[in-house]
């Protein structure tokens, strides 16, 4: 596992390079669903800057006039030799990768490839609400075995899940969040290793959502699902689109393990033409050469993770916080403060603060909210004062 560098590297802290009034200039759906008065901490869009290495090849393409389709496997090179550098994983074989437009149009094709219509679709709430969204659209059935109250997959739930799901000869999947939103909760290999093993009894196939990999702290390392023993006949997406913060640069990855390597040749080529060549130069980039930002990114949400935690013991103590060791999301259980089934409408309502509401994701949602906390000192501080202000 690779430790942090960050402190020597001289790279400043991303999350405080943006002012409040700056931020408010961007034109993207964090800061333009809500009016003009309210703090944005929901949907997961960081306030950073982009890595310098990011920006320069994005602007080369531009100059260069570099913006046709997509070709070649750069993207996949280059998360193969981050995935050897900062998890020690040389498995990810290029030849069994292949472009998808998006992570969640990934999942989407790799479900179509190992479930049928009216086929189950496991997942473990509260999770990221898409999951169900997009699932029931495709036509399959979502089944739900919720985390423990650890927040950690409960096994025996999950095995459940499987038994049923694989009744009458069908055919399942387990969407399986990893490292987990909303809980940032980054699963063992123990636990990985259970969930092949179970996957394999069951015959059920295991997809997982690895896009918020890059964001585990050093010192926690991060465990591809395709790297654990069991798992051959496994599917991944991974992106630099969370890491570095390249959402609206659309491009992601999927990854079959050697068992699924068959399936995932049925992915017609077509659907890599989705990805845009210019957001796959930059997901490139990003993973080649933006590690010292990503260094700097760890360190600057370790500490924000710690302000977040000392301004809700401050002003709101009756909020409980875990905080995981992943992803730039907190899941904050309101339930001691008495604001019913959604209190990102309280905040919202009486704090101008927009949170993402629980509900959608799922079993143990009612009563708690996401805040992304992905921004400036100033805007936390802001938002968490005012949340607190909108109790009284
Ligand atoms: C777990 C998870 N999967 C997928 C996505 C969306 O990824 P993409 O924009 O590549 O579809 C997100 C975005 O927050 C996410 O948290």
Redesign the pocket.
Known sequence: MTRIPHESSGEPNPLQALTLDRLRQRTSMKWRTYPEDVLPLW??EMDVPLAEPVVRAVTDALHLGDTGYPAGTAYAEALAAFAGKRWGWDGLAVERTALVP??????VEMLGLVTGPGDTVIVNPPV?P?FYQFVEHMGRRVAEAPLGADGRLDLDVLEEAFRRAVTDRRRAAHLL?SPH?PTGTVHTAAELSAVAALAERYGVRVVA?E??SPLVLGGTGFVPYLSVPGAERGLSLM?A??GWNL?GL?A?LAIAGPGAAADLERMPEEVGHGAGHVAVIAHTAALRDGLIWLDALLAGLDAKRRLLADLLAEHLPGIRYRPGDA?YLAWLDCRALGLGDDPADVFLRRGRVALSSGLPFGTGGTGHARLNLATPDEVLTKAVRAMAAALH
């Not at 998006?102 to 999942?107: C, E, P, R, S, Y």
Request: hydrophobic residues 40%; charged residues 20%.
């Open positions: 949907v997961a998006d992570v969640m149009l990934g999942v990221y898409p969040c939103n959502d896009i918020h992106s689109s969370k959402a659309k992601a992803t």
